[in-house]
Nanobody, 115 residues
Framework: QVQLVESGGGLVQAGGSLRLSCAAS????????MGWYRQAPGKQRELVAK???????DYADSVKGRFTISRDNAKNTVYLQMNSLKPEDTAVYYC?????????WGQGTQVTVSS
């Protein structure tokens, strides 16, 4: 079992920045990648960014150049630095851990970007 706890969401004006954090605990040895997903009202959940144990990163086209995913292995924490935020970035952001089997998910944190 892996537990994920997100923090760092909130309300920000367009052009502003936020940093999300996701702390993992439990069977972290089974995790091979961590990712951030988001789900806006009426839309499907989509991948925002992903980082593997080897440090390889992947981003959705819509956030490339604005968002950065990173990890602190000593703290078992993954971060999502979000800059130049746009109203269309408004969503609930979920942290996910990729393991053999179904992914684990955090509870989600709301990010709202006002225009």
């Amino acid at each position: 079992q892996v537990q994920l706890v997100e923090s760092g969401g909130g309300l920000v004006q367009a052009g502003g920045s936020l940093r999300l954090s996701c702390a993992a605990s439990g069977s972290i040895f089974s995790i091979n990648a961590m990712g951030w997903y988001r789900q806006a009202p009426g839309k499907q959940r989509e991948l925002v960014a992903k980082i593997t144990n080897g440090g390889r990163t992947d981003y959705a086209d819509s956030v490339k150049g604005r968002f950065t995913i990173s990890r602190d292995n000593a703290k078992n924490t993954v971060y999502l630095q979000m800059n130049s935020l746009k109203p269309e970035d408004t969503a609930v952001y979920y942290c996910s851990a990729s393991v053999p089997g179904p992914n684990y998910w955090g509870q989600g944190t709301q990010v709202t970007v006002s225009s």
